[in-house]
């Protein structure tokens, strides 16, 4: 993943999916695309870019509680594209 860009990581959406993610502590969001596969760590559901991560305020955290919300699926169809909580 290139840190330097707004990407992600998810482990079932599609790459290319274009997916809204908000810092639940201080209501900051960005969109970002999908084009890795992760986190691999029990609990997380989506491992944002170091650039994704300062635009939420996450970076000296490196982990957050945040609400993720598929913007643009793209060509392929998403089952479930309503808001969804996790924690980071």
Do not use: W
């Not at 598929?70 to 060509?75: E, L, N, Q, S, Y």
Request: charged letters at 25%.
């Amino acid at each position: 993943m290139n840190a330097s860009l707004l990407t992600a990581a998810h482990r079932s959406l599609p790459f290319g999916t274009k997916v809204k993610v908000t810092n639940k502590r201080n209501g900051k969001s960005v969109v970002v695309r999908i084009n890795d596969r992760g986190p691999f760590i029990r609990g997380r559901v989506i491992d944002v870019s170091k650039a994704a991560a300062k635009n939420i305020g996450m970076v000296s955290s490196g982990t957050a509680q945040v609400c993720y919300q598929i913007v643009d699926a793209g060509t392929q169809k998403i089952a479930g594209k309503g808001l969804k909580e996790i924690d980071g």
